[in-house]
Structure formats: C-alpha cells, structure tokens
C-alpha cells in the first residue's frame, strides 16, 4: 500500500481556498435563485390581485346592465320609448269565439 503524500503548507491553503470559493459561489447561486423565485411569486401575487379587482368591477357592471335591461323589459317603459319615437300604440281587441254545440 502506498503512503499518503503529505501536503504541504501552500497546498493546504490552496485547497481551502477553493473550498471557500465554490462555498462562495454556492451561496451567491442559492441567493440569486432565491431573489428571482420571490420576484416571480411577488409578480403573480400581484396579477392574481389585478385579475379579482377586474373581476369585482366587470361583476358590477354586469349587474348594473342586467338591472337597465329588466327595467326596460316593463311594459311602460316600452310604452314609453315607443310614444317618444312616434310609433302608435296597438290598441287591445276583443276576441270572441263562437262555439256551436
């Protein structure tokens, strides 16, 4: 079996050089991830946001719409919309049926 060389002092040193350069190294690529998933969290925490406001604000016009168009859907208001653009009105007849036994 063949002994372990021993090393000397600058090979000591030069390997916990390099030790501490990719521990370095590891630690800044760990940050950077990090830094860069909190900013995409952070982006779509903010369009998830966005997207319920336009929700709200599209379910309110939709409401408000729905409510014009029953209120328009009432027989005096149509009445109403058809005197002012000059349209007779029909008026109502009489219907009798005859039925001979």
Known sequence: MPKKKRLNKAQKQKIENIKWI??????MATVAVYLASF?????????????????????????????????LKRADVISKKAKKI???????????????D
């Open 86 to 100: 000059g349209l007779v009105s029909s008026k109502p007849e009489t219907i009798i049926v005859k039925i001979n």
């Open 22 to 27: 990719t521990m370095f190294l590891v630690v």
């Open 39 to 71: 900013i995409e969290v952070d982006k779509t925490q903010a369009s998830i946001e966005f997207n319920k406001k336009t929700l709200a604000k599209l379910n309110e016009d939709l409401k408000i719409k729905s409510s014009k168009v029953e209120r």
